[in-house]
């Protein structure tokens, strides 16, 4: 039996296909010579370089089952095969330092240089697309003027790290689809001489409308065991959008997981995914902690003209890991008013401030999104209340309670009196929850 079929065998039985990739598995065997016949054996790198060889052989010898992204249950095995090779040349998680009594564990930079490393070698055996920039880039079109470049048959770069504090170590690998790769990333801690996997991100449901393609933006792990914590496993998030060939315009994935003492691939506590404007070179940014996930990224205004508004998502995990959105929600009144419009009624009332009767805001927020009249002006009494207005004569105040707490206090046809305060505030596009720290000539 030839090395890298039981992976085939066993990702076509969740797939449905089993026959069609043992058919192609042995076809492969047999192009690639008798080599794969050796008696059982502990296995080498490369053996494990042959098993991901054979594996991407048997992807470019099938067809896809959604062709929308050219992807099929036959990537699962390249995925597993390019995990088992990558841990094969994995470093020990501590080994006795050149000092006696010494010991010395992996960083971040030793890793990044072993994923180079990695990668180089990938692409010296031609498992890569290689350079785009060069003609001897292997991802090409057949029909130049074809824009759509498919990299199925590849994969793409390794990626190591440190997370959570060091604690685990990080792997990230990418699979090649039409117009990008398929990423999966991989956590291990710790065990004795080895690393053991702990958690993994892999997306092995091919069907149209699940499977959903992703390059990650951000990894990261929580402090476990975490005071006041009733769960001392660790909470894992990533970020992360999805690679097409043109526009600036993407999905954004934004997922949590609870780690398992049970499984490596948990349900998630929070799987979403919304309208992402990278144009900017903004893919998102995320901050965790053991009990709180806060998210900010570009996406479209309700208003055309306004084009694109920071988004925010904060969520606090409670007991029994209960998911509450938390303020902030926006970080400006016109910005609160499009989420108040753009959210579903079971979010937006709870951001009505308490002495408001529900009834009329219903109605208002019923009547959906419009264009803005105005960028917001300030109320001359009470300072906190703004006012937002929508073209067709629309008026929305608003409570703004440092630092971006938000709350709807009044809706109307008519301007409210009072509220003709132009503030700069109001039209401040430029602030943020994850601020530039680099310095900038003034103007």
Not at 184 to 204: C, H, I, N, T
Not at 220 to 249: E, F, I, K, M, R
Not at 371 to 394: H, I, N, Y
């Amino acid at each position: 039996m030839c090395i890298g079929c039981a992976s085939v065998e066993w990702a076509c039985r969740n797939g449905g296909c089993v026959r069609r990739l043992l058919l192609a598995c042995g076809v492969a065997a047999c192009l690639l010579g008798s080599s794969f016949a050796a008696p059982a054996r502990a296995e080498t790198v490369a053996d494990r370089l042959a098993e991901l060889k054979l594996a991407l052989q048997v992807v470019r010898m099938t067809k896809a089952i959604n062709p929308d992204r050219d992807a099929g249950p036959e990537l699962t095995p390249v995925k597993v095969a390019l995990r088992r090779w990558v841990e094969a040349q994995l470093p020990p998680p501590s080994k006795p330092g050149r000092i006696k009594g010494t010991i010395v564990t992996p960083d971040g930079d030793n890793l990044k240089a072993l994923a180079r490393l990695l990668t180089d070698r990938l692409d010296e055996a031609a498992l890569t697309c290689g350079d785009v920039e060069t003609e001897g880039y292997r991802c090409n079109a057949e029909d130049a003027d074809d824009f759509f470049v498919s990299e199925r048959g590849h994969v793409g770069p390794v990626q190591l790290g440190l997370v959570g504090d060091g604690a685990y170590l990080l792997v990230v690998t990418g699979v090649g689809v039409l117009c990008g790769e398929d990423e999966s990333a991989y956590l291990y801690e710790p065990a004795g001489d080895r690393w053991k996997l702990v958690f993994a991100s892999e997306q092995d449901n091919y069907r149209k409308g699940h499977y959903s393609v992703q390059n990650f933006t951000e990894i990261a792990v929580s402090p476990s065991a975490a005071d006041g914590s009733s769960n001392p496993l660790p909470l894992v998030a990533t970020l992360g959008y999805a690679p097409w060939c043109s526009s600036t315009w993407s999905s954004l994935f934004t997922r949590l997981w609870r780690m398992s003492a049970t499984s490596i691939s948990p349900m998630p506590l929070i799987d979403r995914a919304d309208s992402m404007w990278f144009g900017d070179d903004d893919f998102g940014e995320a901050r965790l902690d053991h009990n709180d996930l806060l998210v900010q990224y570009t996406a479209e205004s309700m208003d055309s003209g306004v084009h694109n508004r920071k988004h925010l998502l904060h969520y606090r995990i409670g007991s029994a890991d209960r998911i509450e959105r938390v303020d902030p929600v926006a970080l400006r009144p016109m910005d609160f008013v499009d989420e108040w419009l753009s959210s579903n009624w079971k979010d937006a009332v709870h951001w009505i401030e308490g002495a408001a009767n529900p009834a009329g805001f219903k109605a208002a927020h019923g009547q959906g999104k419009a264009e803005f009249d105005d960028t917001g002006k300030r109320c001359r009494e009470d300072r906190s209340l703004w006012q937002v207005a929508l073209e067709g004569g629309r008026y929305f105040q608003v409570r703004w309670t440092a630092p971006y707490v938000f709350r709807m206090v009044a809706v109307s046809r008519r301007p409210f009196a009072g509220c003709d305060l132009a503030d700069r505030d109001a039209d401040n596009d430029q602030v943020s929850l994850f601020p530039d720290t680099q310095w900038h000539p003034s103007n």
